[in-house]
């Protein structure tokens, strides 16, 4: 039975970390301070375009988004990279996995939420930072190890759709 494409980034990656420490160290810091850049970027794009106001209704979608995110991985029960291909370990581990669903990945989630609420507010450069921000979170969530391809995708389509749905209520 051929891999799926999930199954073949995993074994790309098993092989490819720690052949750079510093590309290792690079999707590490996404990973894990990526999404905080984001929110910062974010914040200030609200802030120099005086919608501020805009803020609460962010958190609430997010939070909503979040919640559609976990009633999916309750129903779907997606392990992550690292519990279903026991020889692989990935570069980074906050805490114990093995309880935690993969799909769909809740930093892809917000990343998208956040991206697509702010970007009618941002200027050219801060537009430029968001979309590159959402990426590099998003490839380094794959790279690292924590989420495959997939889960990645999956939360970008649920933040998309949220954020569509609920941000036009009220617009």
Do not use: C
């Not at 990656?13 to 910062?40: C, E, K, M, N, Q």
């Amino acid at each position: 039975m051929p891999k799926s494409f999930d199954h073949r980034i995993v074994a790309a990656l098993a092989r490819i970390h720690g052949t750079s420490p510093a590309r290792d160290s690079f999707f590490r810091f996404g990973a894990v301070i990526g999404l905080y850049l984001l929110i910062l970027v974010s914040g200030l794009s609200f802030f120099f375009a005086d919608a501020s106001y805009e803020i609460l209704g962010l958190v609430v979608r997010a939070l909503l988004a979040l919640a559609t995110s976990a009633f999916i991985g309750v129903i779907i029960r997606r392990h992550r990279p690292e519990i279903v291909h026991t020889s692989f370990t990935p570069l980074i581990r906050l805490f114990s996995f093995e309880y935690w669903k993969s799909f769909p990945s809740d930093h892809a989630v917000l990343a998208t939420i956040i991206t697509i609420a702010t970007l009618p507010f941002a200027n050219d450069l801060g537009a430029l930072l968001l979309l590159g921000l959402w990426l590099y979170v998003l490839i380094s969530r794959v790279y690292v190890g924590v989420h495959y391809m997939s889960d990645v995708i999956g939360g970008a389509m649920v933040g998309l759709i949220v954020q569509l749905v609920l941000g036009t209520i009220g617009a």
